[in-house]
C-alpha cells in the first residue's frame, strides 16, 4: 500500500497595519534600538489595535489569503486548529468561530496551545489525522495577539513580543513529500520561567481584581534564553542524525523567531550558513504561534519541490522539538 505523508499545499499570511519600532518602545520604557538589536535581532513588530479583534481575527484574514491564493473551495476542508496561546475567549473555541467564518462548514475545530511550539505541535497532531487515512485536508494556523498579554512598562517582555497570525493547508501526499519525521519534548518543571498567572483555574480572577504585573507575560529571560539555545540546537542535531541528513541535505532551517541569537546559535550547531536560515524576525518580533507559518508565507516563492526543511521551535512550559518536511511544490 502507498504510504500516505502529510504534505504542506498552500500557504498565507496576515499581519496587523500598526508597526511599534524600537524607536517609539524607547519612549515608552527605559530601552534603546541598539540595546533590543543587538541582543534580539528585532526591529519593530505589528500590533492589533482595534478594539474587539482578537486572534481570529487575524487567523480569518490568514486563511483568506490562502483561501483566495491557492483557489481551494473551503468546503472541502475536513478539520481546522488554531494553534494559539491567546485564545479569543477564556472558554469557547477560537478555532470554530475562524472555521464558520471562512465557509469551512463541513469541518470540526479546535485550538492547540503549546505556548511557543503550538505550531510545532500542531504539525505533529494534523500529520497523525492525515497519514492514518482519517482526513485529507487540514487547515492549520498559528495566531497570537500576544499585545493582549503584554504589560508596555516592563523592558524585559513588551520589547520581544508581535502580533501575526499564518495559515498552511495540510494535504494526503503520496510521492513522499510533506512531513516524514518528528522529535518533539516538554518539560514542566520549566513552565515558572515563562507564564501568565492570573487568570488561569489555579489563579483565577476574582471580583474586584485588578490587573497587576500577574496578570501579564512574565519572563526570566536567560534562564528562558539558555535552554532555548541547548535545546533547539539538541533536537535540530537528532533530526538530522536520525535521519541521515547532512548539513547539504538541507535547504532551509525554519526556527521560532523569539531571539535572533537563539536561531544563530541553532544554524551554528547543525552547520547551516545564514543564507539557508529563514529569518523574520526583525520585522515581526516573537509572534508565538505565528512564527514558523510566517516564515513559510514570507519564503515560499524561494521554496522548490523536494526541499528538506528542518522546523524546530522552544517555548514555555518548557515545550520544544523539531520536525523534518519535504517541500511539495
Ligand atoms: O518564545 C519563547 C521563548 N522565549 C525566548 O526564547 C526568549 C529568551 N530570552 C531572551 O531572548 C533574552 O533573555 C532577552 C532578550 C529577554 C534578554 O536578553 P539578555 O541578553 O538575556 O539580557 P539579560 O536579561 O541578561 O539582561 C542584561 C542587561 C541587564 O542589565 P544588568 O543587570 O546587566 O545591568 C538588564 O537589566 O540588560 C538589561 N535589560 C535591558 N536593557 C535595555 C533587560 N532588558 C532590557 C531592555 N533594554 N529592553
Request: charged residues 25%.
Given at each position: 500500500m502507498t504510504k500516505i505523508t502529510a504534505a504542506i499545499t498552500a500557504v498565507g499570511k496576515y499581519l496587523p497595519d500598526y508597526v511599534l519600532s524600537n524607536k517609539v518602545l524607547e519612549t515608552m520604557v527605559d530601552t534603546n534600538d541598539e540595546w533590543i538589536v543587538t541582543r534580539t535581532g528585532i526591529s519593530e513588530r505589528?500590533?492589533?489595535k482595534e478594539e474587539g479583534k482578537g486572534t481570529s481575527f487575524m487567523a480569518i484574514k490568514a486563511s483568506e489569503d490562502l483561501i483566495q491564493k491557492s483557489q481551494i473551495d473551503p468546503k472541502e476542508i475536513d478539520l481546522v486548529v488554531v494553534c494559539t496561546a491567546t485564545p479569543d475567549m477564556q472558554a469557547a473555541s477560537t478555532a470554530a468561530f475562524v472555521a464558520s467564518s471562512i465557509g469551512?462548514?463541513?469541518?470540526?475545530a479546535f485550538d492547540m496551545d503549546a505556548a511557543c511550539s503550538s505550531f510545532l505541535f500542531g504539525m505533529s497532531v494534523v500529520s497523525g489525522y492525515i497519514e492514518s487515512g482519517k482526513y485529507k485536508k487540514v487547515l492549520?494556523?498559528?495566531?497570537?495577539?500576544?499585545?493582549s498579554m503584554i504589560n508596555y512598562k516592563d523592558r524585559a517582555t513588551c520589547i520581544i513580543f508581535g502580533d501575526g497570525a499564518g495559515a498552511v493547508l495540510f494535504e494526503a501526499n503520496t510521492e513522499g513529500n510533506g512531513i516524514q519525521d518528528e522529535y518533539l519534548r516538554t518539560d514542566g518543571?520549566?513552565?515558572?520561567?515563562?507564564?501568565?498567572?492570573k487568570g488561569g483555574s489555579s489563579y483565577p480572577f476574582q471580583i474586584g481584581d485588578v490587573h497587576d504585573e500577574e496578570s501579564f507575560v512574565f519572563q526570566e529571560g536567560r534562564t528562558v534564553f539558555k535552554n532555548a539555545v541547548f535545546n533547539m540546537a539538541d533536537v535540530s542535531e537528532k533530526i538530522l542524525e536520525r535521519n541521515n541528513l547532512t548539513k547539504d541535505d538541507v535547504a532551509w532551517l525554519a526556527a521560532h523567531q523569539a531571539n535572533k541569537r537563539i536561531i544563530d546559535a541553532t544554524a551554528q550547531r547543525v552547520g547551516l550558513d545564514d543564507s539557508k536560515v529563514m529569518m523574520n524576525i526583525a520585522k515581526y518580533g516573537n509572534t508565538t504561534s505565528a512564527t514558523l507559518p510566517l516564515l513559510l508565507a514570507d519564503y515560499e516563492n524561494k521554496?522548490?519541490?523536494?526541499d528538506n526543511i528542518i522546523f524546530?521551535?522552544?517555548?514555555?512550559?518548557f515545550s520544544w522539538g523539531a520536525i523534518y518536511l519535504k517541500w511539495a511544490y
Open positions: 505589528r500590533i492589533l469551512a462548514s463541513n469541518a470540526f492549520l494556523i498559528g495566531g497570537d495577539k500576544n499585545s518543571s520549566g513552565r515558572d520561567f515563562l507564564r501568565v498567572k521554496l522548490k519541490k523536494g524546530a521551535a522552544f517555548g514555555g512550559g
